[in-house]
């Protein structure tokens, strides 16, 4: 029996020991190579796109020879005003990418030695731009549709006459989501965060193509799909996969995200599901990738993305 691609020597090209083996400089230089690869790793002004600059050695910055501005390799990224030493990005990132099934803050925050608040913003500030790979994509080849609650739980009371129906809308604390895929197979996984599940068909008309075949399982409101996509139907009731026809795929992505929130994270806020979401749809797709290239994507989409209007100043409000 063939061995699986995870326990091979070739799923391992990169560990915690190397990065800060190889020292802060090193982790640098690795910050400048993929930021600026077109000139190998030389400083180009994110102002004006000028590719000469003198070098600030004292404080790793950089002054632009045509309009002088000042700026450093994290500039206008995910990871600008950063206080974080460089190994220490590559450590959590290679944490993150490491973990199957995602890594807690507080874990995180205890593996780099760092408050609770800084594990946290960091890790949804990877995740934000880990969503930024498959922005505006589309669908083009058979896909699956599917849909799974999270949160919302309410805890019952402890005497039997005091319980109340919590299937009951008067009972619910309005935290329940569910979580829409639509995954192409052999391919990507795009997700929305919805309060409904019926809202997946919109979501399967913006990002799935004219003409490519879905399957879906016996809900009814995929019935609505019909009139645009040609739709195969399974009703698990019965089967979960007859002559081709599964939202298997589909179901080993929530199988993921299940153990991601009930074993990593246990609580998952309503209003950051969807971060959560498209990092287990990242972890998914690239789950036949090393770790090495695994990370240098993930700091390759950090320092592709903008400022986050979310997390750059999270605690300051």
Known sequence: MAQHFLLSAKS???????????????????FCEIRWPETAGEAVCPACGHDEAYKITTRRKFKCK?????FSVTSGTIFASRKLDFTDLLAAIAIIVNSAKGVSAVQLSRDLDVQYKTAFVLAHKLREAMADEIDNAKIDS??????????????????????????RLAYQNGNRRVVIVARERF???LTTVAK???????????????????????????????????????????????NG?????????????????????????PKYLHQYA????????????????????????????????????YWQR
């Open 66 to 70: 045509a309009c002088h501005k000042q």
């Open 278 to 313: 498209n990092h287990a749809a990242w972890l998914e797709d690239h789950r036949r990738e090393s770790n090495g290239k695994l990370a240098r994507r993930a700091l390759h989409n950090a320092l592709a993305a903008p400022i986050s209007r979310d997390w750059a100043g």
């Open 187 to 189: 391919g990507r996984t």
């Open 196 to 242: 409904r599940e019926a809202e997946g068909v919109q979501f399967a008309r913006e990002r799935v193509l004219t003409g490519v075949t879905i399957n879906a399982d016996e809900a009814s409101h995929w019935d609505n799909l019909e009139g645009f996509y040609p739709l195969e139907r399974i009703n698990h009731s019965e089967a979960y996969s007859v």
């Open 142 to 167: 058979e896909c699956e549709i599917d849909g799974a609650y999270f949160g919302g739980h309410i805890r019952p009371e402890n005497r039997k006459e005091d319980r109340r129906d919590r299937r």
């Open 245 to 269: 026809v599964h939202t298997n795929f589909a179901e080993s992505y929530f199988s993921r995200l299940r153990r991601m929130v009930s074993g990593q994270h246990h609580h998952v806020s």
């Open 12 to 30: 391992r090209t990169l560990s915690i020991k190397e990065i800060y083996k190889a020292g802060e400089e090193a982790a640098y230089k690795t």
